[in-house]
């Protein structure tokens, strides 16, 4: 990475503290990811945007506000990143990921809480996030208890607005979701300066079905036996795509597939386990369970997850001649997601079973971050349903640290041997 620290002390952070955070990340990414062999040549573009994620993406972000751009930061995928389009600003799904913010973010929030939580808690309060730094404002939504409670001390820090996203999924909660969309409108409008028109709205939608389309055809790749990519590559396109320049990352992804579309025709089977990690999201730079399963040589082929599945299945229609009715559209498409927050949830199961088959699964491993109740609690109608189908399913709940990880993989190698 270049010498960016000029801007970073611009952005106001704590660049001693940043420093640290930035000796570690080479190290593990090294360790994890460099170590791979036979990787796709296409892997070189994701391999530069993570060395890059702290440098050159916040360079452009920079330029971008330069221009009078604004920029926002999201944590939850039920945040339509077509309004952000729509009204010429920057959206960045902030990552929350790693355990080096967990002890800040601890200073203003319970310890017993989830680590995603604490993770952007402390991300702000220490200033070491650059996304973070650069953002105008953070767009919030009523997801779990957790989020929606530390949403009202990050105000202390920062303009936030919170979208209430509705736990059931009646005709009057998509009507509900319509609203909150045109309150999301109006103040994303307020924000930039800019009106949100049919064209603008239309034309958003359709950027963001094209990445879509990309994500889904690198999912439809590794459907393949065996994958011809690694589930530690595939999740870092995930990641990245929360992060990156949209047409930039659509663009790499389809070089990634095309050059994936040439390795399935001359790939042997390997005898690996296929493996469906189920669960909460793995931000950057969370690693840990596709770091230890690949490592006991099984390969992870598809995550129902957040930073999965859940983020590109779906289309919104572009059909409709009014913002209400590309409103309605949108709606009816995020209204798809199978969340945990939601009462009941049956959809998500529908959802990992049909995985299990298109992916020709051999079983299943419920990722849970610790505190999570939603899905905590959600897994024994999973673990039911999928028993009764004979599908094998292991539950790993963790945190961050790397504490727990010899304990995990002990646990996998017994699964991995078991089915
Ligand atoms: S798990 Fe639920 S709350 Fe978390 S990012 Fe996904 S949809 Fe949002
Ligand atoms: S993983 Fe669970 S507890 Fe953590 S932010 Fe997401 S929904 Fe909330």
Same mark, same amino acid.
């Given at each position: ?37 036979? /990787?796709?040549?296409?892997?070189? *573009? #994701? ?5 890059? =994620?702290?440098?050159? /993406? ?5 330029? &971008? ?5 604004? =920029? ?89 607005? =919170? ?54 055809? $690198? *999912? ?11 589930? $530690?590559?595939?999740?870092? @396109?995930?990641?990245?795509?929360? $992060?990156?320049?949209?047409?930039? #990352? ?13 390795? @399935? ?35 992870? @082929? ?24 590309? =409103?309605?559209?949108?709606?009816? /498409? ?19 079973? /049909?995985? @299990? ?57 017994? #699964?991995? &041997?078991?089915?």
């Amino acid at each position: 990475m270049g010498d960016y620290r000029e801007m970073w002390s611009k952005l106001q952070m704590d660049l001693e503290k940043h420093d640290i955070l930035c000796e570690a990340l080479p190290q593990a990414f090294g360790d994890i990811y460099l170590t791979q062999e036979n /990787r796709p040549e296409a892997m070189n *573009y #994701f391999n530069y945007a993570l060395a890059e =994620v702290h440098g050159a /993406r916040i360079q452009e972000l920079q330029e &971008e506000k330069e221009k009078g751009k604004k =920029v926002v930061g999201t944590f939850c995928v039920f945040v339509p990143d077509e309004v952000i389009l729509a009204t010429g600003a920057v959206g960045v799904g902030l990552c929350s990921g790693s355990q080096f913010w967990i002890e800040d973010g601890e200073k203003v929030l319970p310890r017993n809480l989830c680590p995603l939580v604490k993770a952007f808690m402390g991300a702000k309060v220490s200033r070491t996030c650059p996304y973070f730094q650069s953002c105008d404002m953070i767009i919030g939504e009523t997801t779990c208890d957790g989020k929606k409670k530390a949403y009202e001390i990050l105000e202390d820090y920062m303009p936030v607005h =919170v979208m209430e996203l509705p736990q059931m999924k009646r005709k009057k909660n998509y009507e509900e979701w319509q609203d909150e969309i045109k309150l999301f409108i109006k103040k994303m409008e307020e924000l930039t300066g800019n009106e949100v028109t049919v064209e603008k709205l239309r034309k958003s939608i359709d950027l963001c079905n094209r990445k879509r389309r990309a994500l889904k055809r $690198l *999912y439809d790749l590794r459907k393949h036996t065996p994958s011809p990519i690694s589930g $530690l590559d595939a999740l870092l @396109v995930s990641q990245v795509a929360f $992060l990156d320049d949209i047409e930039r #990352f659509i663009e790499k992804t389809n070089e990634l597939c095309d050059e994936l579309e040439e390795r @399935v025709k001359n790939l042997k089977a390997n005898g690996k386990k296929r493996i469906v990690v189920t669960g909460t999201p793995m931000a950057v730079p969370n690693w840990k369970l596709h770091s230890i399963v690949e490592g006991l040589d099984a390969e992870i @082929v598809v995550e129902e997850t957040c930073t999965g599945t859940r983020y590109f299945e779906n289309k919104v229609s572009t059909e409709g001649e009014t913002i209400e009715d590309l =409103v309605k559209n949108l709606a009816d /498409r995020y209204m798809k997601i199978n969340c945990a927050c939601f009462t009941p949830n049956d959809g998500r199961i529908d959802d990992v079973i /049909r995985l @299990v088959e298109e992916y020709k699964a051999d079983g299943v491993i419920n990722y849970n971050l610790s505190f999570c109740h939603t899905y905590a609690i959600e897994y024994e109608k999973l673990e039911k349903a999928l028993k009764e189908k004979n599908i094998p399913v292991l539950n790993v709940e963790t945190d961050y640290s790397e504490e727990d990880a010899g304990q995990i993989k002990t646990r996998v190698e017994a #699964f991995l &041997e078991m089915i």
